[in-house]
């Protein structure tokens, strides 16, 4: 079945740092891939959607700088958070989805940040 | 935009009884899927339903979609402490090619 990997599966980083997150899909070429942001006791929140080799769409309210977002290929995206601050401490997920429909939407295991 | 609506938000039942929660669209709904989560975790896929009026079961968990495509429901039959976590149900926007938004969440627990 499709597996989408994801890494870090935690970081802790100082304010004012960028921290890097990889999503890969490993057996399935994901055309569009998706990223969301996910606060305690409370359902994902989707921050922006990347299609490979095409500038990311973000959602109303998520700030492109802040939250860079690169699809370079068909099997890799990467959410890197820019200047972190505490207030962007959270659980961030990645989503893929190939051109079929067979595969759906396939989630990677997440990653926590925290920002001291 | 599309809006989704689930309820309960969190459910607390006894070990073997049977539970139900619902997901309202505020548009008619090309894929509907349903997932399950335990906080700080990925998310597991339990069932996609695409077709007015279908239903899927998987062991004790059986989703329906109904006729008009705006609303699941997933049933949880003779619930067990292995069913405890976060259910959210996701709807493909555009055609089923598009992002998945989610609704709010339902938090199960189920107590031995």
């Known amino acids: 079945g499709a597996v989408v990997s994801q890494h870090p599966s935690w970081v802790i980083c100082k304010s004012g740092t960028s921290v890097k997150i990889e999503c890969r899909s490993l057996?399935?070429?994901?055309?569009?891939m998706f990223w969301y942001r996910q606060f305690p006791k409370q359902s994902l929140m989707l921050m922006a959607t990347s299609n490979e080799g095409s500038k990311a769409t973000y959602e109303q309210g998520v700030e492109k700088d802040k939250f860079l977002i690169n699809h370079a290929s068909l099997t890799l995206s990467t959410l890197t958070v820019t200047s972190a601050h505490p207030e962007d401490s959270s659980f961030y997920i990645c989503?893929?989805?190939?051109?079929?429909?067979?595969?759906?939407?396939?989630f990677g295991s997440g990653t926590r940040l925290t920002v001291v | 935009s599309q809006e989704l609506e689930q309820s309960p938000q969190s459910l607390i039942v006894q070990e073997g009884k049977n539970l139900t929660i619902n997901c309202t669209s505020s548009k008619t709904l090309y894929g509907l899927y349903w997932y399950k989560q335990k906080y700080g975790e990925g998310l597991i896929f339990l069932m996609m339903l695409q077709k007015g009026g279908e239903e899927k079961s998987h062991e004790k968990i059986t989703a329906k979609l109904d006729e008009k495509k705006q609303q699941s429901s997933l049933h949880i039959t003779a619930s067990q402490p292995s069913h405890a976590g976060i259910y959210l149900c996701g709807a493909a926007t555009s055609g089923n090619t598009g992002k998945l938004i989610f609704g709010q969440g339902t938090t199960l627990q189920v107590k031995p």
């Open positions: 057996d399935f070429q994901a055309t569009t």
């Open positions: 989503s893929a989805r190939a051109r079929t429909v067979l595969y759906g939407y396939t």
